[in-house]
T-cell receptor, first 117, second 111 residues
Framework: GAVVSQHPSRVICKSGTSVKIECRSL??????MFWYRQFPKQSLMLMAT?????????EQGVEKDKFLINHASLTLSTLTVTSAHPEDSSFYIC?????????????FGNGTRLTVT | GIQVEQSPPDLILQEGANSTLRCNFS?????LQWFHQNPWGQLINLFY???GTKQNGRLSATTVATERYSLLYISSSQTTDSGVYFC?????????????FGTGTQLKVEL
């Protein structure tokens, strides 16, 4: 149980285009979903927290107009990287939690490796 | 925000050896998890362990919440154990819903 599916696993796009990444909880309803970013040989950095039906909460330094997050249902959240540039190339990982994060385990997708040329 | 430090940063083991990874955190926590990130980037849930001790096969973990640390034990290591091990916590302070990751331990198990 507690499977989180993330697509695509790998994407290459040209500078200036937009890319959408999907995160789905397959066998549970996710009250909260999180988006993380990871640069090579570094830890995971939280980008934003999304709750179904409300606006995402972005971490300091993360541009909300560049990284659009939509949590349309209890099983789906999307991250759209708008007008992508080479510096946006990174590994993006989503996670979902069924209960409240402070007392429930988080489950992670397999990540999306984005390369902007 | 809460700070999470892991040690050692890098570790090389011979297959069959045992090891202990440590996670120190700067504040009280409600949630602590250990993950293994494999070479393909996948994060594997190892333990959800805000306190106490748990065991799963060759792996076990102990969290001493009052002293703000957690330990991950790997026994009889195998080459498939290689990768990065992260602990992650949700602090009790402001922003108590965010899972903050530690600095990670890069483990390499050699034949």
């Amino acid at each position: 149980g507690a499977v989180v599916s993330q697509h695509p696993s790998r994407v290459i796009c040209k500078s200036g285009t937009s890319v959408k990444i999907e995160c789905r909880s397959l066998d549970f309803q996710a009250t909260t979903m999180f988006w993380y970013r990871q640069f090579p040989k570094q830890s995971l950095m939280l980008m934003a927290t999304s709750n179904e039906g409300s606006k995402a909460t972005y971490e300091q330094g993360v541009e909300k107009d560049k990284f659009l997050i939509n949590h349309a249902s209890l099983t789906l959240s999307t991250l759209t990287v708008t007008s992508a540039h080479p510096e946006d190339s990174s590994f993006y990982i989503c996670s979902a939690v069924q209960g409240v994060p402070y007392n429930s385990p988080l489950h992670f997708g397999n990540g999306t490796r984005l390369t902007v040329t | 925000g809460i700070q999470v430090e892991q040690s050692p940063p890098d570790l090389i083991l011979q297959e069959g050896a045992n090891s202990t990874l440590r996670c120190n955190f700067s504040d009280s926590v409600n949630n602590l998890q250990w993950f293994h990130q494999n070479p393909w980037g996948q994060l594997i849930n190892l333990f959800y362990i805000p306190s106490g001790t748990k065991q799963n096969g060759r792996l076990s973990a102990t969290t001493v919440a009052t002293e703000r640390y957690s330990l991950l034990y790997i026994s009889s290591s195998q080459t498939t154990d290689s990768g990065v091990y992260f602990c992650a916590v949700v602090g009790r302070g402001g922003g108590g819903n965010k899972l903050t990751f530690g600095t990670g331990t890069q483990l390499k198990v050699e034949l």
